[in-house]
């Protein structure tokens, strides 16, 4: 996909607190129907940078494009505990002015895409961290935005959860939706990643940016290892 | 009569306490105002609300136990309501945002809800203080009550009276806070802690 067609971009974004430089001259880029990774080691920024494309903190300098609708997941799940799951899933709809009908229509769709149907009636106290996590996902994408970011959407899961999570990601962008989000795992990133941008401890730098789109599994995860090592 | 004027005061406290809490949301200006409006309640005594309660409305008014209860509860209220403000979760204003909420909804749906827990505990020692002062309120000048009967055995030189009517406070006030006030706090704690 050509360098216009990005949907989201950050150019050259630099942020500070306190005077001390967390992003230096960060740039990133999502395509539709893209999923993007950013991978960093702690305190990095990572999570600075998506508020910063999410528009929850300006730049001090730089500038964030986006060209269409964004939401973001954050890393703590958020659900409000006195509201059902289909109740904080719906909570986004029902301040968009959408008919109920089609409300809860559209949270059984997200919550059979993320595999907690059955589990909908459930208060987030009563379930597991897996579920808790794929509703607060649900909850953003049943505004069907066109830009998702996730920060850590991975942390804290068990194998299988993290496994259905990452088939739910790549059926996300086969929607044409386009995914930024952050991770640790090197193999999960691989295993789903269009592209990779690597970051360098803070303040954060671009170090590499690894093309995995169309590359078979093994040489993907292959790649990756490489640009981490050089 | 007395534990229905200490509800009564408390009702308004509380409502008022929880608009302002609204308020307190909406600008910095607001907060440093509701703040200050909070020291300047804290700092008045109880006798000088009852003293100025009584001048004003007169001695067989209802009206000056009701809202010296509610001027003790307020500042307690208030300040619960305001800490617990303060201390919310950036997150839970952003993930609002990130919703689409409309400003004005983030009060009621976000960021009261998860005051709740505070505000119950806050809630059951602001109702014992307020419980505890309007009897005294009562005494100084009402036409009924726990505090006007103290205060009527005690004129007329009626220890046993004043005893007896003393443990009716206490048990009222025991009752209140363990069968009731109690359980509320814990369901309350239950039902809204926020989960990480």
Wanted: charged share 20%.
């Amino acid at each position: 996909m050509g360098y216009n067609a990005a949907v989201i971009e950050g150019r050259c974004i630099t942020k500070s607190y306190g005077g001390r430089l967390v992003l230096d001259c960060v740039s990133v880029r999502a395509d539709r129907g893209e999923l993007v990774a950013v991978v960093g080691p702690n305190g990095s920024g990572k999570t600075t940078l998506l508020r910063i494309l999410a528009g929850l903190e300006e730049p001090d300098s730089g500038a964030v494009i986006r060209r269409g609708s964004i939401t973001m997941v954050f890393q703590e799940n958020l659900l409000l505990p006195w509201r059902s799951l289909r109740d904080n899933i719906m909570l986004g709809l029902r301040y968009s002015g959408l008919p109920k009908r089609e409300a809860l229509r559209r949270v059984e769709w997200a919550a059979r895409l993320l595999g907690i149907e059955e589990h909908l009636d459930k208060k987030p106290g009563e379930v597991s961290g897996g579920t808790a996590r794929k509703a607060a996902i649900a909850r953003m994408l049943v505004l069907n935005p066109d830009i998702l970011l996730l920060d850590e959407p991975l942390a804290g899961l068990d194998v299988s959860s993290r496994l259905s999570l990452l088939r739910t990601l790549n059926n996300l962008r086969s929607d044409g939706r386009s995914i930024i989000f952050v991770d640790h795992n090197i193999a999960d990133v691989a295993s789903v990643a269009d592209r990779v941008y690597l970051l360098t401890p803070a303040p954060a730098r671009v170090s590499a940016v690894v093309e995995l789109a169309g590359l078979p599994r093994e040489e993907r995860l292959r790649k990756l290892v490489r640009a981490l090592e050089g | 009569m007395t534990l229905l004027r200490t509800l009564a005061g408390f009702t308004l406290a509380l409502t008022v306490a929880v608009f302002l809490g609204y308020v307190y949301t909406l600008s910095s200006t607001a907060r440093d105002a509701i703040r200050a409006l909070n020291t300047l309640v804290q700092s008045v005594s109880v006798l000088v609300w009852i003293i100025v309660f009584l001048m004003l409305f007169g001695v067989f008014s209802p009206l000056p136990p009701i809202l010296v209860a509610a001027a003790v509860a307020f500042p307690i209220l208030l300040s619960s309501i305001v800490a617990g403000l303060e201390s919310t979760s950036r997150r839970l204003v952003e993930l609002a945002v990130m919703l689409r909420a409309p400003r004005w909804r983030l009060y009621p749906d976000f960021l009261l809800p998860s005051l709740l827990p505070g505000l119950a505990g806050a809630a059951r020692a602001a109702l014992g203080a307020a419980l505890r002062i309007s009897v005294v309120a009562e005494a100084m000048g009402a036409s009924g009550g726990i505090g006007y009967m103290i205060e009527n055995y005690y004129s007329l030189a009626e220890p046993r009276g004043v005893f007896a009517w003393g443990l009716l406070l206490v048990a009222l006030m025991v009752v209140l806070d363990q069968l009731i006030l109690a359980r509320l706090e814990g369901w309350v704690k239950e039902w809204a802690t926020m989960q990480r």
